[in-house]
């Protein structure tokens, strides 16, 4: 058997190789070719330009390979390919989707009126989450969101939603194509830890609310950058206090709620109005496949569009597609619900505690590093650092980690991600799926060791 560590996580090929490999498959012919021969293609010219996710290496992003007990149901979804819209164009589909969103609401501790609907990505659910927001300002000023859209609103320019500084870009993209526009998204300081700042957002809301108006507040459980978790229990309070839609952005971090020894760190997330999160990322679950959990679930009514063709008026039939946009909507309950029987939760929470242990003990191996800075307290499974070095200056620092950072990557043996904490340039690993400190220290030490190629030979950028 081929050792992993010591082969590519992608071919290393750059963009223009990758393109000269690929253009023949999109020669487009008047004749087809036979499977053989288009198989032996993708073989060789598409495969080694893949990423390969279960390379225990592949620390950088939050990409996870499919979980066997996925598989099964995946296969079965992409052999049948039902259209799970509603009841008409997939009965088994349909009320599968129903019973499992049900069976989740439940493992999560959500309170038992609420309800979810699955959703192409995390940053779809976080829309309608914002949109579902939108439409609740509006009913408590009296009027039908659905119907006026923001004109409906006195003063629709006073509408802002409240976030971490370190949310995920998603929520700009969500109320960009709201019609509202990036002004209307403040951003709030983090703490220490990179979690909004408690007394900041309780300060700032008293003077924001006497020249805004507060439709929405988006707390992050597990942020892209750290993994941090906000404090969802404190929050949720201030939102009732103030009567402010609260959403949870848990696309990433929501899953390790599941684990009794994190729930503390998740105490709260009953009280959100909404959560989303990503069963394809550390669930290994194949790419989409996302929900929108809402804790009232007559809160999709306000999504509730009907037609004479589908979706007819006066049948009560299992309709999960009315919940959000799309009407063609894929199986993406089967191999969630696949993968939790398979492996059983005891197994499924193994692969929770995984990465999350190997990052903690990483983190607590590298403390007394001089080499290396740690530049957040993982509370998931992310750890940021940079790289001490006598040659390099404080401000030659960023340069000098994106140089770092193309080096590894460029190799293709180890995949580390980069990214920056305010100003502040660092190196980040991402522990998605099972693993152990043993890897993540190798891949750091790996890092060093080019760190140190790189200042000896001065920076280049
Ligand atoms: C915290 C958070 N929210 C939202 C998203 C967007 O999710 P998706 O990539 O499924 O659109 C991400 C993606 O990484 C994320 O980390």
Same mark, same amino acid.
């Given at each position: 058997?081929?050792?992993?560590?010591? $082969?590519?996580?992608?071919?290393?090929?750059?963009?223009?190789?990758?393109?000269?490999?690929?253009?023949?498959?999109?020669?487009?012919?008047?004749?087809?070719?036979?499977?053989?021969?288009?198989?032996?293609?993708?073989?060789?010219?598409?495969?080694? @330009? !893949?990423?390969?996710?279960?390379?225990?290496?592949?620390?950088?992003?939050?990409?996870?390979?499919?979980?066997?007990?996925?598989?099964?149901?995946?296969?079965?979804?992409?052999?049948?390919?039902?259209?799970?819209?509603?009841?008409?164009?997939?009965?088994?589909?349909?009320?599968?989707?129903?019973?499992?969103?049900?069976?989740?609401?439940?493992?999560?501790?959500?309170?038992?009126?609420?309800?979810? /609907?699955?959703?192409?990505?995390?940053?779809?659910?976080?829309?309608?989450?914002?949109?579902?927001?939108? @439409?609740?300002?509006?009913?408590?000023?009296?009027?039908?969101?659905?119907?006026?859209?923001?004109?409906?609103?006195?003063?629709?320019?006073?509408?802002? !939603?409240?976030?971490?500084?370190?949310?995920?870009?998603?929520?700009?993209?969500?109320?960009?194509?709201?019609?509202?526009?990036?002004?209307?998204?403040?951003?709030?300081?983090?703490?220490?830890?990179?979690?909004?700042?408690?007394?900041?957002?309780?300060?700032?809301?008293?003077?924001?609310?006497? $020249?805004?108006?507060?439709?929405?507040?988006?707390?992050?459980?597990?942020?892209?950058? /750290?993994?941090?978790?906000?404090?969802?229990?404190?929050?949720?309070?201030?939102?009732?206090?103030?009567?402010?839609?609260?959403?949870?952005?848990?696309?990433?971090?929501?899953?390790?709620?599941?684990?009794? *020894?994190?729930?503390?760190?998740?105490?709260?997330? #009953?009280?959100?109005? +909404?959560?989303?999160?990503?069963?394809?990322?550390?669930?290994?679950?194949?790419?989409?496949?996302?929900?929108?959990?809402?804790?009232?679930?007559?809160?999709?009514?306000?999504?509730?569009?009907?037609?004479?063709?589908?979706?007819?008026?006066?049948?009560?039939?299992?309709?999960?597609?009315?919940? +959000?946009?799309?009407? $063609?909507?894929?199986?993406?309950?089967?191999?969630?619900?696949?993968?939790?029987?398979?492996?059983?939760?005891?197994?499924? !929470?193994?692969?929770?505690?995984?990465?999350?242990?190997?990052? #903690?003990?990483?983190?607590?191996?590298?403390?007394?590093?001089?080499?290396?800075?740690?530049?957040?307290?993982?509370?998931?499974?992310?750890?940021?650092?940079?790289?001490?070095?006598?040659?390099?200056?404080?401000?030659?620092?960023?340069?000098?980690?994106?140089?770092?950072?193309?080096?590894?990557?460029? *190799?293709?043996?180890?995949?580390?991600?980069? /990214?920056?904490?305010? +100003?502040?340039?660092? !190196?980040?690993?991402?522990?998605? +799926?099972?693993?152990?400190?043993?890897?993540?220290?190798?891949?750091?030490?790996?890092?060093?060791?080019?760190?140190?190629?790189?200042?000896?030979?001065?920076?280049?950028?």
């Amino acid at each position: 058997m081929q050792d992993k560590n010591n $082969t590519r996580i992608y071919s290393g090929a750059t963009p223009s190789e990758v393109m000269e490999d690929l253009q023949p498959l999109v020669n487009f012919q008047e004749e087809g070719i036979s499977a053989d021969k288009l198989d032996k293609m993708l073989k060789e010219r598409l495969l080694p @330009h !893949l990423m390969k996710y279960d390379h225990p290496n592949f620390l950088s992003m939050f990409n996870d390979f499919p979980e066997e007990g996925a598989k099964i149901g995946a296969k079965l979804a992409l052999e049948y390919n039902q259209g799970v819209t509603d009841w008409y164009v997939s009965p088994g589909g349909t009320m599968l989707e129903e019973l499992c969103i049900k069976a989740l609401c439940s493992l999560f501790g959500l309170e038992a009126g609420s309800d979810g /609907t699955f959703m192409y990505s995390g940053t779809y659910a976080n829309q309608e989450a914002l949109y579902l927001a939108l @439409h609740w300002k509006a009913e408590q000023e009296g009027f039908d969101f659905a119907k006026e859209g923001l004109k409906g609103f006195e003063h629709p320019e006073r509408l802002v !939603l409240l976030t971490s500084f370190d949310a995920h870009f998603s929520l700009k993209h969500a109320i960009r194509m709201l019609g509202l526009g990036e002004n209307n998204l403040i951003t709030l300081n983090v703490d220490a830890n990179r979690r909004i700042d408690l007394l900041q957002l309780q300060k700032s809301v008293l003077q924001i609310q006497e $020249t805004h108006d507060v439709f929405c507040v988006v707390a992050t459980t597990g942020t892209t950058s /750290t993994g941090s978790i906000d404090n969802v229990l404190e929050i949720s309070k201030l939102c009732q206090r103030i009567g402010v839609w609260l959403h949870v952005d848990g696309a990433y971090g929501l899953a390790y709620s599941l684990v009794p *020894e994190y729930r503390d760190r998740f105490y709260g997330i #009953e009280f959100a109005d +909404s959560v989303s999160w990503d069963p394809h990322k550390q669930f290994g679950i194949p790419i989409p496949n996302s929900i929108l959990f809402v804790r009232r679930k007559e809160d999709f009514n306000r999504m509730v569009l009907r037609s004479d063709y589908i979706y007819r008026e006066g049948e009560s039939v299992p309709s999960p597609g009315l919940k +959000s946009p799309p009407s $063609t909507r894929p199986f993406s309950a089967l191999s969630l619900v696949t993968s939790i029987r398979y492996q059983g939760i005891s197994k499924v !929470l193994d692969r929770l505690r995984s990465p999350v242990e190997a990052i #903690e003990a990483a983190f607590n191996s590298l403390k007394n590093d001089s080499e290396i800075e740690l530049c957040n307290r993982p509370e998931t499974g992310i750890l940021c650092f940079r790289i001490n070095n006598k040659k390099i200056s404080e401000d030659q620092m960023n340069d000098f980690l994106k140089e770092v950072y193309e080096e590894v990557i460029t *190799e293709g043996k180890h995949s580390i991600s980069f /990214t920056k904490l305010d +100003s502040k340039a660092v !190196l980040r690993i991402v522990a998605i +799926s099972p693993t152990d400190a043993e890897t993540l220290l190798k891949t750091i030490s790996y890092v060093k060791k080019k760190a140190e190629l790189v200042a000896e030979r001065g920076l280049q950028l």
